[in-house]
């Protein structure tokens, strides 16, 4: 199975502040990465696809980038909604497999 | 707007069994491949299960394989799992998942079930 590494596990950021979370795999899917949000609670949301496509109605402030084996998102500037867990999934093969979040809290 | 809407999820003794359901709308459902994705309490997301729109094919995680199976009835716009042998770390919420593309990406999900195993 292909194994996938975010980092930070945790991140504490302030309104407005930039933030990169970096996402790695433990082999080449070429770009068939995606990113997901989840608040407490709630069921996972997409937020980028085929590893810098922006799901429709997902604020440009999120941009992803990165093919191969290394991932990034970036939040430009957050927003008090865009505090939650961040995870990333690879679907270049199965199982389809997901790193272990990464948990955005205020700072 | 796509609509993805689980139940029969609850309280199940270990070696019990279970069905779950989703009931989909506001897209052609046999036109999508569609999954099961699961998140223990506290935990992160692992996938379950996934079928193709015409049922041809159907892939299990390794951790349910052999006591899940996955089906689903286009003509009712169903998705289902069928969950037997059930172990203690099966509980979890489970999520019905669309395969945006048939292509492996997840893109919307339904509120999902919660389904606990315990004596």
């Known amino acids: 199975d292909i194994q996938m590494t975010q980092s930070p596990s945790s991140l504490s950021a302030s309104v407005g502040d930039r933030v990169t979370i970096t996402c790695r795999a433990s082999?080449?899917?070429?770009?068939?990465l995606a990113w997901f949000q989840q608040k407490p609670g709630k069921a996972p949301k997409s937020l980028i696809h085929?590893?810098?496509r922006l799901q429709s109605g997902v604020p440009s402030r999120f941009s992803g980038s990165g093919s191969g084996t290394d991932f990034t998102l970036i939040i430009s500037s957050l927003q008090p909604e865009d505090f939650a867990t961040y995870y990333c999934?690879?679907?270049?093969?199965?199982?389809?497999?997901f790193g272990q979040g990464t948990k955005l809290e205020i700072k | 707007e796509v609509q993805l809407v689980e139940s029969g999820g609850g309280l199940v003794r270990p070696g019990g069994s279970l069905r779950l359901s989703c009931a989909a709308s506001g897209f052609t459902f046999s036109s999508y491949s569609m999954n099961w994705v699961r998140q223990a309490p506290g935990k992160g997301l692992e996938w379950v299960s996934s079928i193709t729109g015409r049922s041809s094919y159907a892939h299990f995680a390794d951790s349910v394989k052999g006591r899940f199976t996955i089906s689903r009835d286009n003509t009712k716009n169903s998705l289902y799992l069928q969950m037997n042998s059930l172990r203690d770390e099966d509980t979890a919420m489970y999520y019905c998942?669309?395969?945006?593309?048939?292509?492996?990406?997840?893109?919307?999900w339904g509120q999902g079930t919660l389904v606990t195993v315990s004596s």
């Open positions: 999934q690879q679907y270049n093969s199965y199982p389809p497999t």
């Open positions: 998942v669309r395969d945006g593309d048939n292509n492996g990406f997840f893109d919307s």
């Open positions: 082999q080449d899917i070429s770009t068939y």
């Open positions: 085929a590893a810098s």
